[in-house]
């Protein structure tokens, strides 16, 4: 059986944190820990915290550092301790479920061009390739250095397209934007070997990583909306895996 994701309750919240654009916030919870905590409440709402799970859940299985990931109780009664308004506005279109990832006290951001082992780099570019997140340029990492490794964090703008019209897996094939400003592009080493580390056991974790997204978040069918994630990874993996292309063409 499959393990849901831990489930903490918050006790306080202790600050935003306005990096992001969906305004995450650092909270406390009942097991004495802090999450940084994603709010379905936030402009792209449950569906970028899918995208969180999936992605976050798939990065670990690939042994890819990320954070552990919580599910968040919150009851909007901690909206009342809040003086900023937008603050109170989000918790209050927030109650009950949000993800929670744990914070990393005194994680510095990764700086672009700094040293990085190259399978990893070429390991993290072929995952974010695997998985469409089109956020880790340049101007904006979302990697962190704790603990001397780097962490993967904020994988919300992952999978982008299922905020579109159309299936996820009726654009398992379409290519990738934005790739050649990805921040790790330039220092990644042999992709092919990359695929070879990763395409196996990507196939094998699919289904476990999407099974750990609480079925609130995935709408009035939850089980066609797992379904649609696994068709669309299932497709991307398949050989000749098409999204290697699209590294080549960004690499030049």
């Known amino acids: ?120 780099a070429a390991d993290i570019v072929w995952f974010d390739t695997l998985v469409t997140n089109v956020d880790r340029t340049h101007r904006n990492p979302n990697l962190l250095v704790w603990g001397r490794r780097i962490w993967l964090i904020d994988h919300g703008a992952a999978f982008f397209r299922q905020h579109g019209d159309k299936s996820l897996t009726l654009t398992a094939h379409e290519t990738v934007p934005m790739l050649d400003q990805h921040v790790l592009l330039a220092a990644a080493g042999s992709i092919e070997e990359a695929d070879e580390r990763l395409g196996s056991r990507a196939l094998s974790a699919v289904g476990e990583a999407i099974a750990r997204v609480p079925p609130q978040w995935l709408g009035v069918n939850p089980t066609s909306r797992r379904a649609d994630f696994a068709s669309f990874l299932v497709e991307r993996l398949g050989r000749p895996r098409s999204f290697l292309k699209d590294i080549e063409h960004a690499r030049g």
Do not use: H, W
Request: cysteine-free; proline content about 10%; aromatic content about 4%.
């Open 1 to 120: 059986m499959i393990e849901p994701l831990r489930s903490v309750t918050a006790t306080r919240y202790v600050e935003a944190l306005r990096e992001g654009g969906s305004l995450p916030g650092l909270v406390e919870a009942d097991d004495d820990g802090m999450y940084v905590t994603k709010f379905r409440g936030a402009g792209q709402g449950e569906k970028a915290l899918v995208a969180e799970v999936v992605a976050g859940e798939l990065a670990r299985a690939l042994g890819l550092p990320v954070p552990e990931l919580v599910v968040v109780d919150v009851d909007v009664a901690l909206a009342a301790a809040e003086p900023d308004p937008e603050i109170q506005d989000l918790i209050q279109a927030s109650p009950g479920r949000n993800l929670g990832m744990d914070f990393l006290p005194g994680a510095l951001p990764y700086t672009p061009g700094a040293p990085i082992d190259p399978a990893l």
